[in-house]
């Protein structure tokens, strides 16, 4: 039977491995992140991930065509620039406030559709919202007072980015598959870090400890985004 087939534990299941999988990423990273230059980083990250699933693809006998190509492209940017805000956090505040401070884009998300896809509003998500915008106010705040930081300023507007891939994403998955968008997303930010790496000049040969960290943030980010898929088909 159907119930047989997909069991009620798979969904949720695969939810918290892809959530997993994004956390030791986060952490693979954070350990690079004082030697790797962050466009460096990035480009290995997106570089692996786009060789995942163009393996993944080609054995599932997706063709390559794209369909709703305003937000694709919106969603690849954005998802794109977020990794790259990430990561950059990753470099000067601890994983915790980085990894919090990103989590926060599934409420600004809800926040989006409503301004941007024209969901209805609910007071629960009004009050989810300003539960969220207070949690964030709190972590922004510095012991002593002062001003804060570039790091946290760049993981905050990392979950504004991601808030507004998202939101993208639910348009560009109307018409496209779902390994497509994860394809255009990979191939537009191997691109994008690997230019701008380039052109800033800063680009390391790495030792084969970092080697080796790099490549796991990349199958990490690409199995995670392969369960999210899985996660969409159940």
């Not at 599932?60 to 690849?76: I, K, T």
């Not at 598959?177 to 701008?196: E, M």
């Not at 790495?206 to 990490?220: N, Q």
Request: proline share 4%; hydrophobic share 55%; aromatic share 8%.
């Amino acid at each position: 039977s159907q119930s047989a087939a997909n069991p009620s534990w798979r969904g949720p299941g695969i939810f918290v491995l892809g959530g997993l999988c994004f956390a030791w990423m986060g952490a693979l990273a954070k350990l690079t992140s004082n030697r790797i230059p962050t466009f460096e980083l990035v480009t290995a990250r997106f570089a692996l991930t786009w060789a995942v699933v163009e393996f993944v693809r080609r054995r599932a006998g997706v063709p390559l065509r794209f369909a709703q190509r305003p937000a694709l492209v919106s969603r690849s940017v954005a998802g794109a620039i977020s990794v790259f805000l990430y990561f950059f956090a990753l470099r000067s505040i601890p994983l915790s406030h980085a990894v919090l401070l990103n989590n926060t884009s599934p409420v600004l998300t809800a926040l989006g559709a409503v301004l941007v896809l024209g969901e209805r509003p609910s007071w629960l998500k009004a009050a989810c919202l300003m539960v969220s915008m207070a949690g964030v106010w709190l972590l922004l705040q510095t012991d002593g007072g002062g001003p804060i930081g570039i790091g946290t300023w760049a993981a905050a507007a990392s979950a504004v980015t991601a808030a507004w891939a998202l939101v993208s994403l639910k348009v560009a998955t109307r018409e496209n598959r779902s390994v497509i968008v994860v394809w255009s997303l990979a191939a537009v930010g191997t691109v994008a870090s690997a230019v701008a790496g380039v052109a800033q000049g800063d680009w390391v040969q790495p030792d084969w400890r970092d080697a080796c960290l790099m490549a796991g943030t990349g199958v990490l980010s690409g199995a995670a985004q392969l369960l999210e898929i899985g996660r969409a088909q159940v």
